[in-house]
């Protein structure tokens, strides 16, 4: 398991529910929230090669510096749905 920081770009997500995540996951995109300290869940997409990849390297416990609209959010994979 690699200390790495993998930083990838994120979109937020103003679609939700099973057609709006099958739609994203056609355009190898991966639908994700973040969750923690106090704020409001943040719904994202994700690049699906690069999450890939971190995932790979990281194992279970990646730990991604996720920018989204030039905000950075450092996370954990809590659960990773195959």
Wanted: net charge neutral; aromatic share 2%; glycine share 10%.
């Amino acid at each position: 398991m690699s200390n790495e920081v993998n930083n990838l770009k994120a979109i937020v997500r103003t679609e939700f529910g099973k057609g709006a995540a099958r739609r994203i996951r056609r355009e190898d995109k991966v639908p994700a929230v973040i969750y923690g300290h106090g704020n409001e869940p943040t719904h994202i997409t994700l690049p699906g090669h690069e999450i890939m990849l971190a995932l790979k390297r990281g194992g279970d416990n990646a730990l991604l510096d996720i920018d989204v609209d030039g905000e950075s959010h450092l996370a954990l994979t809590k659960q990773v749905q195959v």
